[in-house]
C-alpha cells in the first residue's frame, strides 16, 4: 500500500499571501495525483486530478505541481474561502489512499 | 447533472447489521466506479474500497477487507456499504464518490454523507 504523506500538519497563512502544501508518495505514482478541499459539515471537493490539473470551477488561483514522489499545491492569493482542509490522494493504485490532511487557518 | 445522493443517517447498537446506500443519477451508472471513504469523527479520509457496477469487481483496503462489504445493484443505480456486526469504531461519517471514467483515477463527485453512530 502506498502511504501518502502530507505537510505540515496545521499551516497558518494571512490572507493575501500564498500558501503551498506538500505531499510525498512512498513510491511513485506518476501524475496520479489529486488534491481535495474539505470545509467542516460539508464533502470533500475535487480541487486538481492529474497531479496538475484544475477541476471544473477551480479559480486560477490554485495550481499544482510535481511528479513520481512529490507533489504541491499552491495557492496564490488565498481568499477567506480557502481555509480549509486539504487531503492528497495517489489514484494509480490499488488501494487509493489519502494524505492525512493539511489544515489552513488563518493566521 | 451528477449526483451521488446517500441514505439518512443511522443510530445503531453494537453487534447490529447496517447497509448504507448510495444513488448516481446523471450519468452511466455501469461505467463508473463507486467508492466509499470513511471519516471518522475529527479525522482524514480513508479510502475503504470500490466497486465497478458493470460487474461488480470490487477491491478492498485491506485495512477494512473483511469488515465490510461494498455492493452495487445497477438496476437501482445504488451502491451500497454493508456491515454485519457493528462496532462503536465504526461510528464515523461514510461518503460514496464517484471514480471519473478514464484518466486519472480520481474521485469527482461526492455524496453528502452518511453519519453512521453506534453506541449501546
Known amino acids: 500500500e502506498i502511504v501518502m504523506t502530507q505537510s505540515p500538519a496545521t499551516l497558518s497563512v494571512s490572507p493575501g499571501e500564498r500558501a503551498t502544501l506538500s505531499c510525498r508518495a512512498s513510491q511513485s505514482v506518476g501524475s496520479d495525483l489529486a488534491w481535495y478541499q474539505q470545509k467542516p459539515g460539508q464533502a470533500p471537493r475535487l480541487l486538481m486530478y492529474?497531479?496538475?490539473t484544475r477541476a471544473t470551477g477551480i479559480p486560477a488561483r490554485f495550481s499544482g505541481s510535481g511528479s513520481g514522489t512529490e507533489f504541491t499545491l499552491t495557492i496564490s492569493s488565498l481568499q477567506s474561502e480557502d481555509f480549509a482542509v486539504y487531503y492528497c490522494q495517489q489514484c494509480g493504485n490499488w488501494p487509493r489512499t489519502f494524505g492525512q490532511g493539511t489544515k489552513l487557518e488563518i493566521k | 447533472e451528477v449526483q451521488l445522493v446517500q441514505s439518512g443517517a443511522e443510530v445503531k447498537k453494537p453487534g447490529e447489521s447496517l447497509k448504507i446506500s448510495c444513488e448516481g443519477s446523471g450519468y452511466s451508472f455501469t461505467t463508473h466506479w463507486i467508492g466509499w471513504v470513511r471519516q471518522m469523527p475529527g479525522k482524514g479520509l480513508e479510502w475503504m474500497g470500490i466497486?465497478?457496477?458493470?460487474?461488480?469487481?470490487?477491491r478492498y483496503s485491506p485495512s477494512f477487507q473483511g469488515h465490510v462489504t461494498i455492493s452495487a445493484d445497477k438496476s437501482f443505480r445504488t451502491a451500497s456499504l454493508e456491515w454485519s456486526s457493528l462496532k462503536a469504531s465504526d461510528t464515523a461519517m461514510y461518503y460514496c464518490?464517484?471514480?471519473?471514467?478514464?484518466?486519472?483515477?480520481?474521485?469527482?463527485?461526492w455524496g453528502q454523507g452518511t453519519l453512521v453512530t453506534v453506541s449501546s
Open positions: 464518490a464517484r471514480q471519473v471514467a478514464t484518466g486519472h483515477g480520481n474521485f469527482d463527485y
Open positions: 492529474g497531479a496538475s
Open positions: 466497486i465497478y457496477p458493470g460487474d461488480s469487481d470490487t
